[in-house]
């Protein structure tokens, strides 16, 4: 694939985990400085990496929140947990992952990766006026913090 052709796979993946509206939004709101990392990223991470057909979107994601959790990432980490959860990972499954991220990360990571999702969780499930009192952000259609 040629850099166009990966860009325009990283688009459709990345719009398909994250919602149009926030990509849309992650795009359109870009300076010219911070456009050249929105399409690097685009073509590098969510084309090159993510468009790989060797492991399913939810394994990726479950992969990804393991990793930020360990990083102690939170904006990317809320970000990637309402990815992970449009790629059908439950919470259960979240939980398991953090307790892991716990065991080989160190149990703040865990402890902390807990309290992020709790409140990516309520963001997601309350309505519009409870969310902004958390300071919830919409992504494409679903709130997070």
């Known amino acids: 694939m040629d850099t166009k052709d990966l860009f ?4 459709k993946t990345r719009k398909q ?3 149009s509206e926030y990509v849309d939004n992650s795009i359109n ?5 911070g456009m050249k990392l929105q399409e690097f990223i685009t073509t590098h991470a969510w084309g090159a990496i993510w468009g790989r ?13 393991a990793m930020l959790a360990a990083l102690g990432r939170t904006h ?3 970000l990637h947990l309402s ?11 979240i939980a398991e992952i953090l307790i ?3 065991g080989y990360a160190g ?10 999702a709790r409140e990516v969780f309520n963001c997601l499930l309350y309505t519009s006026d409870a969310a902004d009192d958390m300071q919830c952000v919409d992504l494409g259609g679903r709130r997070i913090i």
Do not use: H, W, Y
């Open 8 to 11: 325009d796979q990283g688009l």
């Open 17 to 19: 985990v994250l919602g």
């Open 29 to 33: 709101n870009a300076d010219e400085f």
């Open 53 to 65: 057909e060797g492991i399913p979107l939810k394994t990726r994601s479950m992969i990804n929140i």
């Open 76 to 78: 990317e980490f809320r």
């Open 83 to 93: 990815g992970a959860i449009n790629n059908g990972v439950t919470k259960d499954e």
């Open 100 to 102: 892991q991220v716990g």
């Open 107 to 116: 149990f703040p990571c865990a402890v902390d990766g807990f309290r992020q």
